[in-house]
Every structure is written in C-alpha cells, then in structure tokens.
C-alpha cells in the first residue's frame, strides 16, 4: 500500500526526538519502544497529528516499514498546525481510508441546523489541507450520540467498493450499550424494520415486513439501574440497535426516542466499540478499536 506523507519545511528549533533506525521495525511498534514514558494513547496521537518524520517527510502511517539507517523524528507541532478537529480522533489514515474515533455529540454529516460541526466537514478540511483536491466520502454512519469506531473513503470508487461488499468486507462490528434495568442472559434480536413519517424505526416480528435486522448481545455487567451489554450487529440498519433494545425490553440509556426513561450519564449510552474490515485495495483485514466510555462502567 503506499503510503501518504506530506512534505513540510521544518524549523532546526521545531525538533524534540529523534532516533536513527538500527533493525527493521514497523513505526509505531519502535515508537512505543523509544517512547516508553508516553502513554500509547499519546504516540499514537502524535502519529495521528503529523508529529512524525521519517527522513524529514512527515508520514501518519503506523505501520510503515522502517529500515537501518532510517531517521526518526517527533516535532513539536503537526504537519496541519492550521486544521483543528473537534471531537474526533484519526486511528488510521493511508491513501485509501480514514478511520476515526469520533465523540458523542458530533454530527457525522450536515443537518438543517448544522452544517459546519460534523465529522465530515472537518475530515474534508484536514484532507485539503495537504492536497486541495482530495475529497473524502462516507461508508457509515454513527448517530450524532453515538460514539466510537467509523471508516471514510477518499474516493467514490473506494467508497462504492466498500458499500457493495459491505456484508462481506465489514468482519466484525461490535459495540458496548449501556441500557436500563438488569439483563440476565446473552440472546440474539431479530425483526424486521420500516421508517415511518416522523423518521422513526419500526419493529415487526412478522417476516418481510421491511428490512431484516439482527442483533446479538452479550451481558458484561449488571447493576441496580443498568446492564452493560456486547452488541455485534449481523446486519447494519438505521438505529437497529436502538429499536432491539427497546424490543428487549431494556432500552439504551438517554434514548427517550426509543423508550427510555433515565439519562443517568448525560448521554446515549451507545458506543461503537470496534471495527474490522477488509481492505478494498490490499485485501488486508484490519481492525480498529474505541476504548469504552468510563461513564459507561461506572453506572453499570
């Protein structure tokens, strides 16, 4: 795969580490080996922001090859000083994809009321920043209160190829809800879903009654109020797991669309915990991860 790097002109007094590459070695792996005072979260941060230099070309590629004699170098600012994010996280970045973790409350594109805070916008602005040609498109969707894992395209030929082998590409999509009162066993949702007028989901147990959905869930923790629950979806439909928690019986905390009552963390208690995935171009299966909310555990 090649790699993106952005080419920069570096100040000698920008310069805070550097390191010269004795063995073969992937990038982030001799990061976290030469850095073992950083906390992972925060190398890969660093990498994420443009804060890494191979022989004076910044790159954002964790997995880059390193060989002997290659120079290594952490700057003291991005190669994007001037595009900000907020509310979102880049996990991964290559010539084909963006992977991001993006926080609760962010819209993934615009709405009537909102057209510049989205996930989308600021990931076009980040791209044109290095290329004022390069355009993003997206895969999926999370909802604005829904955290976590999401994949963007960076063209509409990697989008489509995606989209189109989605049940096959898409390995594993897992996510942790936090909903009301005490689930007692593992178990499996299945119904069939339509949209109604005001746009919201609908759930029948009646076969081809609209678009068939399942779910399957997995108890972490109980508590008084709340269970905490492993989501995997074996199909991807709109607030599919919204709609099955409410048919369960325990909807997701904060969802007051859906049947909840309780708001006990000041959010949806939705999160899009990891993403695994079959590269378009590589054939390479990769798999991104989200840390879990502590408001999450905390109540359950």
């Known amino acids: 795969m090649e790699q993106r790097k952005i080419m920069m002109k570096k100040k000698s007094n920008e310069k805070k580490a550097g390191w010269i590459v004795r063995e073969p070695a992937e990038l982030l792996k001799f990061l976290f080996e030469m850095m073992p005072a950083q906390s992972r979260k925060a190398v890969k941060g660093m990498l994420a922001r443009g804060q890494v230099t191979v022989n004076d070309n910044v790159t954002t590629q964790f997995n880059e090859t390193l060989a002997p004699g290659d120079r290594v170098t952490i700057l003291s600012q ?14 991964y970045e290559d010539d084909d994809l963006i992977v991001i973790d993006k926080d609760a409350g962010l819209l993934t594109i615009a709405s009537d009321k909102e057209k510049q805070a989205t996930a989308y916008r600021q990931l076009s602005d980040y791209v044109k920043s290095a290329n004022r040609k390069a355009r993003i498109f997206i895969v999926h969707r999370l909802d604005r209160d829904t955290s976590g894992v999401m994949l963007f395209a960076k063209s509409k030929q990697t989008q489509q190829r995606l989209q ?137």
């Open 78 to 91: 991005g190669a994007n000083p001037k595009v900000k994010t907020k509310g979102i996280g880049i996990l």
């Open 164 to 300: 189109n082998a989605w049940k096959d590409s898409a390995r594993e999509r897992t996510y942790i809800a936090l909903v009301e009162g005490t689930v007692k066993e593992n178990g499996t949702v299945t119904s069939w879903l339509t949209e109604d007028k005001t746009l919201t989901m609908r759930s029948s147990s009646r076969p081809n009654k609209g678009q068939k959905a399942v779910t399957r869930y997995k108890v972490l923790k109980t508590g008084r109020e709340s269970s905490l629950l492993q989501v995997n979806l074996e199909t991807g439909r709109k607030n599919q797991i919204r709609v099955h928690m409410q048919d369960l019986g325990h909807p997701i905390i904060g969802d007051k669309k859906y049947g909840s009552r309780k708001n006990i963390i000041g959010r949806l208690g939705l999160h899009a915990s990891a993403l695994q995935f079959k590269h378009p171009a590589t054939g390479e299966v990769l798999r991104f991860e989200s840390k879990i909310p502590g408001s999450f555990t905390r109540k359950s």
